[in-house]
Structure formats: C-alpha cells, structure tokens
C-alpha cells in the first residue's frame, strides 16, 4: 500500500507514521521543512513542498498515483477545495482528519456517535472544520470523491492535555512542582475523554485502503472517562505532587481571556462520552490501552527531555494568578 501523508510529524501523526511504516506500508510525507520520520530500520520518503502552494505541489506529485492520502494539516473549506483538485483521480482513499468538536455543542445526547448533529457556536475551529466536512461529502456524493473523515478528539504524546496553561506549555506543570494553585474550570466535575496518539494510531491504521470506510466518518477515542479534577490530580501525582486546585467558572475565565471561549464552552467543558463502536467494527482488533495515569508519565518525561520543550509564559502565570483571586 502507498500512503501519503501531508504532514505526519505532529502530535498525533508522528505515532501513526511510525505504526504505518513498522506494518511495512510504503509512506511518504510531504512537508514544507523536508523533516523525515523512521521506524525500525525504515524510514518514510519526503516530499519537501508547502501543500500552501498548489501550483509547487502539483509539480512536486508529478505523477504518483496513492492508494490513500491523509492531510493533517487541511483545517478549513478552502484548505479541501484545493486538495480536491490535487487529488482526484490520483488517490483511492483520501482521509481528513476532522475534529470531535464538531459535535453538537451545548449539551450533546451522550454517549456521542457519529450520527450525533454537528454545530458549535462558540469556536470558529469547529465550525471551519464542519464546513470542510460538508464540501468533502458533496464532493463524494457528487463526483464520487474517495473521502474519509476521522474525528480526534483531545489526543495526547507530546502536547500537555489540560484545559490552562498547558497544551505546548508548561506553565501549569512548573506551577504543580513549585506547589503554587491552578485553575480547572467549573468545579471540575465535568467528564472528559483523553486519547494517547498511540492508541488514536492503533484504531486509525484500520481504516486505510477500506473501500466500506468510503463516505464514513469515524471518531477515535479512549473508552477511559475522567473528571477534570481526577485529570489534574493524575496529572500531578505523574509528578510526585498534589495538584492545589482553584475552580473558576468557565464563563468567568473567558470574560478574562477571550481565547478560551471555543476551547472551553466549545470544547473542554462540556461532558464528552464516546461511544466508538463504528471503529471497532470495521477494525475489531482496536481497543485503547494506554491509561491517562500511564500515558502523561510519558508525555511529561518528554517534556523533562528538552528544556526546550517546557515553555512558561508569562501572561498565562499572570491571567492563573488574577483568576485565583477572584
């Protein structure tokens, strides 16, 4: 099977590129820097184009032929309306990697499947990713467009999965081993899904060159459901402290600090429940095994690696230390 992937070396797609080529699957990656991935003695062959530039893409293609393509990066419609034309007739299988914020948002019926309705008002994210959903299934309907379209949700390895101060940061962490409070939204009773990319990996695999997962959409997630109190509490015994926890209304967080008005209310604060039978279905052998109390020992060790890594900024100390004294 010949696999390409536009991107593949992010958080999520660094654990399947390295899933796909210890199967044996002939990958390429096609990246604006020319960065490489190998596994096990085998490596993946580059494409060093910006999929920005259609006109060098085009060129860059010349005349392969995929059995699947997968963009990572594609994020809005017109993101689609270019690899459409990229990719049809050149591609079998094309997969866009979408987003479990698309579902229903406020209030979605739990447990969530992929027949649960698509809207979020509060994060342009979200809705930019419904829309490119929408031309993708047009397209399939219409012109017979070999689309696949796989949800994430919030996926882990070497980005830090709480709600403030965390992500590529590690503001929060440096604050849990100073012993300093942190915030968690609402109080922290909410539940939520978290997914290491090497599970999201396992369940992902699956999917490549399935004719029955043509016009699909599939999410692929954990089946572990914690509260966000249990989430930072595991996240700080990960370290050998005890996380000093401040709750703070979701509402009042975003009147202090707009950007998190479609991550909170259109995301992390919202009771999120997956039920992942359709992936379990066309690929049985998928189950998640890596436990969140497991998977950050991982994440934050990679974190220690580098100090390079451990970015602490200042103005989320700052936004931390006003909203504790509220």
């Known amino acids: 099977m010949k696999v390409l992937f536009i991107g593949g070396t992010g958080n999520i797609s660094t654990s399947v590129s390295r899933l ?27 494409i060093q184009a910006s999929i920005h530039n259609e006109a060098e893409v085009e060129s860059a293609l010349n ?26 007739g050149r591609t079998a299988q094309y997969v866009f990697i979408s987003s479990a914020s698309c579902y229903q948002n406020p209030n979605p019926l739990l447990p969530i499947t992929e027949e649960t309705p698509l809207g979020n008002p509060y994060w342009d994210y979200s809705r930019n990713k419904i829309r490119a959903e929408e031309r993708l299934m047009r397209a399939h309907v ?20 709480i709600t403030i101060g965390g992500w590529d940061q590690y503001t929060t962490i440096n604050r849990i081993k100073q012993g300093l409070p942190i915030v968690v939204q609402d109080d922290g009773t909410s539940l939520w ?59 009042v967080i975003c009147e ?3 950007e998190y008005i479609g991550t909170l209310l259109g995301d992390k604060a919202v009771n999120t429940v997956f039920d992942n039978s ?32 451990q970015i602490i900024d200042d103005n989320t100390n700052a936004l931390i ?4 004294r509220l």
Not at 21 to 34: E, F, K, Q, V, Y
Not at 209 to 236: C, F, M, P, R
Not at 293 to 302: H, M, Q, R, V
């Open 20 to 46: 796909v080529l210890a199967a044996g699957i002939d990958l390429w990656l096609l990246n604006r820097s020319g960065a490489g991935i190998g596994v096990e003695g085998r490596a993946a062959k580059v």
């Open 63 to 88: 005349n392969h032929r995929w059995d699947v393509v997968v963009n990572w990066v594609a994020f809005d419609e017109a993101d689609i309306e270019r690899d459409i034309r990229l990719f049809q």
């Open 142 to 161: 219409e012109a017979d467009f070999p689309v696949t379209i796989v949800r994430p949700s919030h996926t882990y390895a070497t980005v830090i999965p």
């Open 193 to 251: 899904t978290l997914t290491h990319a090497d599970d999201f990996a396992n369940g992902f695999i699956g999917l490549l060159g399935k004719k029955q997962a043509l016009g699909e959409a599939y999410h692929i997630t954990s089946d572990e459901v914690l509260s966000w109190n249990k989430i930072y509490q595991l996240t700080a015994q990960s370290l050998g402290c005890e996380a000093k926890i401040i709750h703070v209304d979701s509402k």
């Open 256 to 258: 202090h600090d707009q």
């Open 278 to 309: 359709k992936i379990k279905a066309i690929n049985p052998s998928f189950k998640a095994k890596v436990a969140y109390e497991d998977g950050i020992k991982k994440t934050l060790a990679w974190f220690e690696g580098n100090k390079d890594h």
């Open 321 to 324: 230390e006003k909203l504790i």
